[in-house]
């Protein structure tokens, strides 16, 4: 089970950050690949960032790399995401997902490959 939080209505060039934690059983919270993806109101839901299961490696979208960053925090089966100088595009729902398969934090940027999600948390980014 996965519970993301930390969304919420903020100005053009805020920050803000969002977490979700994970409730896993029979298997170690760092045998997952952890990752964010968003989905904006009449869109598809797009991926964000990917981080291995030590933060020795991460992937993110072009649209906001250099402004956001993921992380986690194995001890607290908990993944992050900063996000800085937010910018009206980035309105919409985050979900966190678990991908079962690799632990890399490379690549795997499909829904595809991810087997388990949160439920999302909203967004909003404001002029």
């Known amino acids: 089970q996965l519970q993301a939080c930390g969304g919420g209505l903020v100005q053009a060039g805020d920050s803000l950050r969002v977490s979700c934690a994970a409730t896993i059983r029979g298997r170690l919270f760092s045998g997952y690949g952890m990752g964010w993806f968003r989905q904006a109101p009449g869109k598809e839901r797009e991926f964000v960032a990917r981080?291995?299961?030590?933060?020795?490696?991460?992937t993110y979208s072009d649209p906001v790399k250099g402004r956001f960053t993921i992380s986690r925090d194995n001890a607290k089966n908990t993944v992050y995401l900063q996000m800085n100088a937010l910018k009206l595009e980035d309105t919409a729902v985050y979900y966190c997902?678990?991908?079962?398969?690799?632990?890399?934090?490379?690549?795997?940027?499909?829904?595809?490959?991810?087997?388990?999600w949160g439920q999302g948390t909203e967004v909003t980014v404001s002029s």
């Open positions: 997902a678990a991908d079962a398969t690799s632990r890399s934090g490379r690549a795997r940027t499909s829904t595809y490959f991810y087997d388990y």
């Open positions: 981080v291995g299961w030590s933060n020795d490696a991460t």
